[in-house]
């Protein structure tokens, strides 16, 4: 069975001009050469100092004339002004579109063929993202992908990330496909390295279930300890950054309690290691 829904709280932008390669290349985490028709990678625009600003998934339209952008519609005005700042003397122009943005999982969706789509790069479970001209009349309610990816314990941008404060791997970009370590130098490149060759994570963005999950920036407790902060949530599932020394605790907010869930794609260190 196909499940397929749109996500209205999507847009999408076409970087176009002969430079768009080499432009985003030197701006965002991931490896933007990799993007293909049937081919779409996931990344992230960071600070200068290396702290998430933003992240997007890249597609390229058949023709190989644009790179098409599907981000946050709250931010699309916003990355379109900070990745203008850059343009210098680039051939490179940035606009929007007002195509629509899908996402399917499950069994293969019928309309793949027709659409400029790909498999989502982070998980093969996550399913595929499509981009149509506009909004598919009999596409599920975005709620039950939203569900979907609690489930897989992927972030959801700024719901799940802290613009000017939340390292890559903090939010789990390695383990889901959204760095390439062997691109070349990116704006905030730094300090996403040496927090990975020198194991400075101390906190991750983790699944959590509950019955009474609390909104988000609501601070979850290890007895009188602060051991981290709740994210998105719908459902019972949800997503907290948490220090990862009280992985293993037992949690509550607000009085409730609460379970954390490490996903199969996560490999973390045993506490022994720290």
């Not at 979907?148 to 889901?176: I, Q, V």
Request: glycine share 8%; net charge negative.
């Amino acid at each position: 069975m196909t499940h397929f829904a749109f996500l209205p709280d999507r847009a999408v932008l076409a970087i176009s001009g002969a430079d768009r390669v080499s432009f985003l290349q030197g701006l965002v985490s991931n490896d933007v050469a990799a993007v293909a028709p049937g081919q779409a990678v996931w990344t992230a625009f960071l600070t200068p100092q290396g702290k998430w600003q933003a992240d997007f998934f890249l597609f390229a339209e058949a023709d190989g004339e644009r790179l098409l952008l599907d981000c946050e519609a709250a931010q699309a005005d916003m990355l379109r002004q900070r990745l203008a700042r850059y343009r210098l003397r680039s051939d490179v122009s940035i606009d929007p579109t007002g195509f629509a943005v899908h996402a399917a999982w499950g069994a293969v969706p019928p309309m793949l063929d027709s659409a400029i789509g790909a498999p989502d790069p982070r998980l093969a479970e996550a399913g595929w993202r499509l981009i149509l001209p506009r909004p598919t009349p009999d596409a599920a309610d975005h709620a039950a992908y939203d569900a979907h990816r609690l489930a897989l314990g992927l972030p959801d941008g700024s719901r799940d990330c802290e613009e000017g404060k939340t390292l890559l791997l903090e939010a789990n970009f390695e383990a889901l496909n959204g760095i390439s370590w062997t691109k070349g130098c990116y704006m905030g490149q730094e300090l996403t390295a040496r927090t990975r060759y020198r194991g400075l994570v101390r906190r991750k963005l983790l699944p959590v279930s509950g019955a009474a999950l609390p909104p988000p920036g609501t601070p979850l407790m290890h007895g009188e300890k602060e051991a981290g902060i709740m994210a998105s949530s719908r459902d019972g599932r949800g997503l907290a950054m948490l220090r990862l020394d009280h992985r293993s605790a037992e949690l509550t907010a607000e009085g409730h309690s609460v379970q954390v869930h490490i996903p199969s794609w996560l490999t973390l260190k045993t506490e022994a290691e720290g």
